[in-house]
């Protein structure tokens, strides 16, 4: 996220939900227009289930859910952080500025989206279960419809 050179902790809150209401606008203006997409975030059930369940009933959509177990999400998320100082510029990520500072914070619950709809889950923990292979067909069967 990139508003008028400020970090994303300098925001006023009420921009986080014009991106939020921007990325769906966004997301519906492709479907609507006939273009395929594959829209990415940490989507929790409860923050976005509001804005999915409209597209599902409009869409063709599937949801890929790649999971691992926690502390292996925050130590990789963590490593991102690091490894690109200018990413907390645009995310805002608490867990990298608290490691720098050597803090560790509490792993949050993550609630993924439970929707009525294709779903593949994908555990990430060395590489991909099942194979990306896999993931391209499922992909597939869904683009091309029933």
Same mark, same amino acid.
């Given at each position: 996220?990139?508003?008028?050179?400020?970090?994303?902790?300098?925001?006023?809150?009420?921009?986080?939900?014009?991106?939020?209401?921007?990325?769906?606008?966004?997301?519906?203006?492709?479907?609507? *227009?006939?273009?395929?997409?594959? %829209?990415? /975030?940490? @989507?929790?059930?409860?923050?976005? !289930?509001?804005?999915?369940?409209?597209?599902?009933?409009?869409?063709?959509?599937?949801?890929?859910?790649? *999971?691992?177990?926690?502390?292996? %999400?925050? /130590?990789? @998320?963590?490593?991102?952080?690091? !490894?690109?100082?200018?990413?907390?510029?645009?995310?805002?990520?608490?867990?990298v500025h608290a490691a720098k500072d050597g803090i560790e914070l509490p792993i949050g619950k993550y609630i993924p989206p439970s929707l009525p709809v294709p779903t593949i889950s994908v555990d990430?923990?060395?590489?991909?279960?099942?194979?990306?292979?896999?993931?391209?067909?499922?992909?597939?069967?869904?683009?091309?419809?029933?």
């Amino acid at each position: 996220m990139n508003a008028a050179n400020s970090s994303h902790g300098e925001l006023p809150s009420a921009v986080n939900l014009k991106i939020y209401d921007t990325f769906f606008e966004a997301i519906d203006l492709m479907l609507s *227009s006939g273009i395929s997409l594959v %829209a990415e /975030a940490a @989507f929790q059930h409860e923050l976005w !289930a509001p804005k999915l369940e409209p597209l599902c009933r409009r869409y063709r959509v599937a949801i890929l859910i790649c *999971s691992v177990d926690p502390p292996t %999400a925050r /130590a990789r @998320f963590i490593e991102r952080g690091l !490894a690109d100082p200018a990413r907390e510029r645009f995310h805002g990520d608490r867990p990298v500025h608290a490691a720098k500072d050597g803090i560790e914070l509490p792993i949050g619950k993550y609630i993924p989206p439970s929707l009525p709809v294709p779903t593949i889950s994908v555990d990430t923990t060395e590489g991909y279960d099942p194979s990306l292979e896999e993931i391209a067909s499922f992909v597939m069967e869904i683009a091309q419809g029933p």
